[in-house]
């Protein structure tokens, strides 16, 4: 896909960041990402029960790494559990999506989920995200209860938006997490003006400003590194590189390296895989402390992929080959590595794999449920949540702010 | 009471309001070593400092934008456009992300942000230059629209913009930045959505705003003299909110409408005024309602020519005339 656009050096680097494969691990009997389903079935996953002979790497290179050698046994089972409950959620979100109760655009993060959860794990109180409109994956990294979620894609009052945002526009503020936006590049302004209150109120933390690598053609992304490096703001560009925006491929959008564009603004960056949530996690917690420690911004590329349409109703029929899509999942797949690694360090053993994955099943069908089950926006609804004003018990301008018609 | 600019009046309360909040910023370009491209900002980086008053690069939709995320975390910045006809490279930012980020969250964020800067016509700068985008930012719910008229308006609600939770795009004028006015010393607001009654009459009613009240006002004194006219002026202002009953008690005294304003005619505030006044007030109408506006085409370069290309007295007499 891109490495090819990468220069020799960076190249090199990165061979050597990638996990390393000695001997292929057996791949345990954790069938459920089975290849097929993700591809073309629409109906609900199932485990296969064999095991495949595992093209993947055994070993990750960044398991030593400090932000990963720390981690408790607990915590890596939790990172494994956030990114089998994004899938989870994810894959149950299609049939609600064909059954044609989610309206809109259904854009699914699989296959990315170890960006979102390695860079969400990483984040202190003072830590912000924002994201575009793939933004599912994010919001249960940083820690949103997915029956809101669900309710949200359904449109319902009990939507973590009250359902007036819809899939693209998740937000909660209280977990840092400032959504959730539709305009390609156009959070990315606002993730720097997140980094600069942070400065700017003395507070030691950095905002993570997540775009994708179509996004780094916008004009304002390119005004808000600039702002950000004259500025020293604390904030980190994470670029999702997927290899296509839409149906458009890197080399058919962009001109040159992604992360390189940084040195035309004399910012650090960052190029690392982005399977292998402890190569997420390693990166992202040096690019994250020294923003913190020295209020210096960065960019930060991490080369992923979406196994799905660019949104539910892409037939993703022109611009990729299958074999892409199925060489990434066999040797790639971000949950099936971390699981193999998990296995490796004795921390996941096949009951609790079988226990997770249940749970998480579980849960996605009491996201469906509380969904179904809860009400929709009231045409009273439709004008609150306008003006912060307008929301209070008493307003405080006077005058017509509503013009409706008689 | 003291008397100062229009301008000095809103560097007046930009001062006071950085002064008793830590969270207000004043930002844009040339706002701080350059002490302002129309010098609202005069000596303020001296006194309170780079960390308050912070020159940005031209760079519109960054920093717009970068307002716009701070203001989500609680700083309350005032962002100079050296020209609101700038806004437009910054819209996606002010509509999209301002307008509706607390809508698409459910209300879970406030913005509270202002822009500012001129927004007028008729200082030969050409069409770029010379737009009046009142109506565009009124368009989108979840922006409010000030538009003040005179020094001491300009001040208290500057203030009141500073203090709004919701995001306030305030729409100054060049042309007024030098005229005197007397202005009230204290810590005086006032409410948006409160329109000022300029003058009263019973003959017919103006209602208009910013640079325009002035011309209307003087339209009205000619006529007085003239004519004997008895003429009320309504000065809105603003424009989200909207004083909508001061409008329609005024109608009903003097049952004659002239909307005045620097609006191109197609899709004005003044369009939507006259939508409303027929909708609420149709029995009171005794006559059309009629309005002044810019000739429909880009602000002409030519000096005289714009001149008559927007409202001035001159125009004003005659709309006024064609109603009594
Ligand atoms: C300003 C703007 N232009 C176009 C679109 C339509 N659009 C939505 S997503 C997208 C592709 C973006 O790709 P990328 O940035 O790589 O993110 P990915 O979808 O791969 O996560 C396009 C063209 C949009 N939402 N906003
Ligand atoms: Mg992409």
Known sequence: ?406 | MPVLTYREAIRAALSEEIERDPNVVIMGEEVAQFNGAYKVTEGMLEKYGPKRIVDTPISEAGFIGMGIGASMLGIRPVMELMFWSFYSVAFDQIVNNAANVRYMSGGQIACPIVIRGPANGGTNVGATHSHTVENILAHHPGLKVVVPSNAADAKALMKTAIRDNDPVMFLENTILYGEKGEVPEGDITLPFGRAAIARTGKDLTIVTYGRCVLHSLAAAETLRASKGFDIEIIDLRTIRPLDVDTILRSVAKTHRLLIVEEQRPYCSIGSHIAAIVQEEAFDELDAPILRVGTVDAPSIYSPPVEKQQIPNVDRVIAGILRLL
């Open chain 1, 1 to 406: 896909m891109r490495l090819k656009n990468l220069p020799d050096h960076l190249l090199a680097g990165k061979t050597q960041t990638h996990l390393i494969s000695s001997s292929p691990a057996k791949q345990l009997p954790f069938a459920s990402f089975n290849p097929k389903f993700s591809l073309v079935s629409k109906k609900s996953t199932e485990p296969t029960g064999a095991a495949a002979e595992s093209q993947m790497p055994a070993v990750s290179l960044h398991a030593k790494a400090p932000a990963n050698a720390k981690l408790s046994a607990e915590q890596r089972i939790e990172l494994y559990r956030k990114m089998v409950r994004i899938r989870r959620f994810e894959e149950r979100c299609l049939p609600v999506y064909n059954s044609g109760k989610i309206g809109g655009f259904l854009h699914l993060y699989i296959g990315q989920e170890a960006v979102a959860v390695g860079a969400c794990s990483l984040m202190g109180k003072d830590d912000h995200v924002i994201t575009a409109y793939r933004d599912h994956g994010h919001a249960i990294a940083v820690g949103m209860d997915t029956k809101p979620l669900m309710a949200e894609l359904y449109g319902k009052i009990t939507g973590c938006s009250k359902g007036k945002g819809g899939s693209m526009h998740y937000f909660a503020p209280d977990l840092n997490y400032w959504g959730g936006h539709g305009i390609v590049g156009g959070q990315i302004p606002l993730g720097t003006g997140l980094a600069y209150a942070v400065k700017y109120q003395g507070k030691k933390g950095a905002a993570m400003a997540f775009m994708g690598d179509g996004a780094v053609n916008q004009g304002a992304v390119h005004e808000a590194y600039n702002l950000a490096a004259l500025w020293d703001l604390p904030v980190l560009f994470v670029i999702e590189n997927n290899g296509y925006s839409m149906g458009t491929s890197q080399e058919r959008s962009s001109a040159g390296g992604l992360a390189e564009r940084a040195s035309a603004y004399d910012m650090k960056f960052y190029i690392c895989g982005g399977h292998d949530v402890y190569e997420v996690r390693a990166t992202l917690d040096a690019a994250l402390t020294r923003a913190r420690e020295e209020s210096k911004p960065a960019v930060v590329e991490i080369d992923t992929y979406r196994y799905r349409g660019h949104s539910v109703a892409d037939p993703d029929k022109t611009y990729r080959d299958r074999a892409e899509i199925e060489d990434y999942r066999k040797t790639k797949d971000p949950i099936q590595v971390f699981q193999n690694q998990l296995v490796l360090e004795k921390v996941l053993t096949p009951a609790l794999i079988e226990e997770i994955d249940a749970a998480a099943r579980a849960e996605s069908e009491r996201a469906v449920e509380f969904a179904e089950a809860s009400p929709f926006p009231t045409i009273a609804d439709i004008q609150r949540d306008v003006y912060w004003e307008t929301d209070q018990p008493k307003r405080t301008s006077e005058g017509r702010i509503f013009f409706n018609l008689p």
